[in-house]
């Protein structure tokens, strides 16, 4: 098959071999990508092996109700938030016990973005029984919004690729 992304293999590919592997149990909660990131690390053929739950939590209620999150938190720094990005996590964590969790949190456009939380802007945070790291991403704000969500899923498999070839002892 063609990639017109140029890359040889995919990277949900290479995360799917780690996962598959180590008998990894991951969990998502996503935001700003909106599933995206779930539907590409469940397009590998036996993902239910190392897929335990995934959740699109868009509202802020959610973000509570499912995985915790503080109204606190929200109300301080906001959704879109290296805060609420851990916060994600962590409750994922919790509510799930997977081995590995990612979480997403941004402004995927072309509206809704400010001065000091840019269309493009993103927050994704990897936790597992050891180890916790969230990273912002600034993507060109002029993309059109599939192509935003493409790209942020992209950065977050990145992330976690690094994270479970990093971390996969821990």
Do not use: W
């Not at 999150?69 to 799930?96: D, N, P, W, Y």
């Not at 704000?141 to 690729?161: D, G, I, V």
């Amino acid at each position: 098959m063609f990639n017109i992304f140029g890359n040889k293999e995919k990277v949900e590919n290479k995360v799917a071999k780690i996962l598959f592997d180590n008998s990894l149990i991951i969990s998502t909660a996503e935001s700003c990508t909106g599933g995206l990131l779930s539907s590409r690390l469940t397009d590998i053929s036996g993902s239910s092996r190392y897929i335990k739950c995934n959740f699109v939590t868009y509202s802020n209620d959610m973000k509570q109700a499912l995985l915790g999150v503080s109204e606190e938190t929200l109300e301080q720094f906001g959704a879109v938030s290296k805060e609420c990005a851990e916060e994600m996590a962590i409750g994922l964590h919790a509510r799930t016990n997977a081995d590995v969790v990612v979480c997403t949190t941004g402004i995927a456009g072309p509206t809704g973005g400010s001065l000091n939380k840019p269309v493009g802007l993103m927050y994704v945070s990897i936790k597992s029984k050891y180890k916790s790291v969230v990273r912002e991403f600034r993507l060109n704000p002029k993309l059109k919004r599939t192509k935003m969500k493409y790209k942020f899923t992209q950065c977050a498999l990145e992330m976690l690729l690094e994270f479970l070839t990093d971390n996969i002892n821990n």
